[in-house]
Each structure stands twice: as C-alpha cells, then as structure tokens.
C-alpha cells in the first residue's frame, strides 16, 4: 500500500509521519529527499548554483536554504523554476527508496510524505492520500513558534496550495488541532485501515 501524506506547513505533518513510522509504517519523506538531491556536486545543485548564483551557497559549498528560501518565497516564478529543477530529482530519489522498500517486505505500508502533493501527481504515485489539516489560527502559530516573523509566515503559507483544496482529494483526514493524544487516535485508526486494505 503507497500512501501519500500531505498538508501545509505548520499543520504538523512530520509529527503524524512520525506516529505512522512508531506503528510499523516505512516512511519516506520528500524534504529528506529534497536535501539529499541538492548536495555539492550532485546535478540538482550544479543546476541551483548556475540559476541562483554563488550568492546562495555557504562557506562549505552546501546550499543556504535560508537565502534561497527568502529568493524563492518572494516571487512565484523564482519558486516555480527551483521546483522545476529539485522536483524530478526527488521523484528519481523516491522511486529508488520505494522500490528497496517494497523489494525487502512487499506488504509494506509506505507512507510518502510529500508537502507539495496535488491531485494529479496523487493519481500517478499513490493508492490513498491522508491530509493533515489545521486551522489557519494554528498553523500560523506554530509558525510563529519556529521563530518566523508574522509576514514571512504568511508569505509561506500563501506560498503553498491551501490546505482546504488538498482535503477535496484525500481519502483520509487527520485534524491535527487538537492535543496529541487526539491526534495519535486518529494516525492509530488510519493505520488500521490501510494495513488492512
């Protein structure tokens, strides 16, 4: 079973991963992908370096994803040609790290944790899709929690497709505005049913 999870930032996807993988499921997680693919030398960065610039890169020659981030979260088309570039690459990554999966226990429930998953790359990678949901209120807060100032969290929530229209296409929906315990019922019970299906 290949699952997708999804949700926005500050909906508190990686704390649901996280419970998915404490109930047995393999996890693979799109940003730990996305980092992979953009370290020094690997074509993704030489890409990234020859589009953004050396002005991008630290001392060490790993990626400021600080700066491109401040680059990319400010112009729309700046974000769509970082994503054209990271985006196959992490799709090569995750075909590789699914099939080593499958390969050693082909009944594995794999949950793929893809923040930026739409309708249509859903019908091509995954059999269900799970959505975290959290109110706009929450989301921003936590936000906040992480250190980022009110404008530049809004910039990133704007920044990605609203969580409202990914629940139009989920099979299952986690709300994550409650306690932690809440929320552990509900990864439990989603659990249950995929492993079953």
Partial sequence: MIVGLTGSIGTGKSTVAAMFAGLGAAIVDFDVLAHEVIQPERPAWE?????????????DQTIDRAKLGDI????????????R??????????????????????????????????AEVARRM???V????????VQLARLLGRGLTEEEAKRRIAAQMPVDEKLKFADY????????????????NVYAALAAA
């Avoid at 986690?174 to 019922?185: H, P, Q, S, V, Y």
């Fill in 173 to 188: 929906v986690i709300d994550n505005d409650g306690t932690r315990e809440e929320t552990k019922a509900q990864v439990e």
């Fill in 130 to 137: 799970v959505v975290v949901y959290a109110s706009p209120d």
């Fill in 47 to 59: 890409k990234i370096v020859a589009v953004f610039g050396g002005g991008v890169l630290r001392p």
């Fill in 126 to 128: 995954v059999d269900k």
């Fill in 72 to 83: 990319v979260f400010r112009d729309p088309a700046r974000l769509a040609e970082l994503n």
């Fill in 85 to 118: 570039i990271v985006h196959p690459a992490v799709f090569a990554a995750d075909r590789e790290r699914t099939a080593a999966i499958l390969a050693e226990n082909p009944s594995a429930v794999v949950i793929k944790d893809i923040p930026l998953l739409t």
